[in-house]
């Protein structure tokens, strides 16, 4: 990977006093395809590095989901924190078949490392957002502190901040929060589909890493996790989310309330007006690690 | 126009603890062609009816980018007050170079009632944000008090905001505000375009009714206007906002700042994100007159 990827600045734009600026740069971990991210910087870089939240999206979204809709600045601007939103997968691969469905390829990414041979050259969302994009801010003197960082996530994305947190050695993020978070993929048919499609192990390869309810069986030590899911989301009904299985094995695991807290919400669904209703009550959440 | 035009309702989000419900009707004032809108209702809708807030999206919007977009529901849920959001134009009107334009026909209805023969049949978004939307929430008993009503908007939608609410002569808003809005439309190029196309009598036509600059002018009675345009935004650099000429006009009209608010907010442009940024202001700025 380069070192120094350049940093093409494609907008700018003023909010909350901060700034929310679009990149673009050559990915190495994309297979030097051109990938583009958001950072919102709140106004407080002004007096210093500031910490770092990074936002996964679900299926089908870009870097500008969240962005446009998630209502995350408000909070972030008042608690000094910037804002890292990466893509939900390569783009442009032209790997056959990835544009022929909503729910695998382009735009859902599923934010693992490919080891099928099709997919191991571009699909690697895994090393793009724990590696690269880090490497890329710190290489470009971006005014954040690499040292706090938390993460979190909606549905897909979800999935993507529970295991990055959960399965990271060196405990790159200090706290994970997630809606409507995909707990337990290799039990449903989103995870079903990218482990089989993406993985040349399949559902058994994906286990070990790539399972929220899997690691936090395994996890040791403490853990931060905030979950919100609607009790009127369509996915969530249909088995896709699987909130109880992750619930269960935490605490089966030992981990209390003050460390794993899911929360039912009645009658929310799957969209971002669900996101943006309880968007300060994460953001404040990781506050609590982020600013510690 | 029908008494009781049948209301489809196509979605429906919790949001905010209320709810974001999208409806679909079919439209005399638009010429019999399907009309969308979308309309929060906060939750203190269980104990009575709530006032009502009207935002006009801008140049090729729909019904869905403020509530997407505008981060208006915590305030309006806290507040107690209903947000209703009209299309920007009608939708499929066959009428020839209706879609040539972005900034004309299809997504560009200006908020006026058209009086050139080719647009007069479909083009009447005055009518159909003044009357026809009341006229179906009254019909469909929604739980809206409408003898409170305010309106607000964005760019094109801040000149609708602004001249439906100076020249209403029922008074039929108590106070009004906006986002960069067009505020001297007869005289910059998308105003021009517009009242030549839409009005025989073109710009002369116009500048009794669609102008609020012109408006402002003659004005008699207090008023209650917040405006707020940034000053990186390209439009405004380009002449097409013209908040200046506003801003004399209504001083010159003995309106002081009490009365009539013109904000240049440093660095901010034409984005949501400079309307997410001083939403809450806007809706609290409402607040004070929708619960008097």
Redesign the interface.
Known sequence: MSEHPVLEKLSS?????GE?IKYKFKSSALGDLDAQFNLYLPPSVSKGKVPLLTYLAGLTCTEDNGA??G?F??VASAQGIALLFPDTSPRGAGVPGEDADWDFGTGAGFYLDATNPAYSKNYNMLTHVTVELPQVIEANNLPIDLGRQSIFGHSMGGHGALTLYLASKTKQYRSASAFAPITNPTKCPWGEKAFNGYLQGGIEEAKAIYDATELISKSEGSVHILIDY?T?DNFYKQGQLLPENFLKAARDAGYDEFQVRVRSQD???H????I??FA?DHIHFHANFLKA
């Open positions: 734009n003023k909010c909350f006093e929310l446009q809709k209502a600045f408000q609607g009127g009658g929310y669904d969209s971002y007006y669900f943006s209703t300060a």
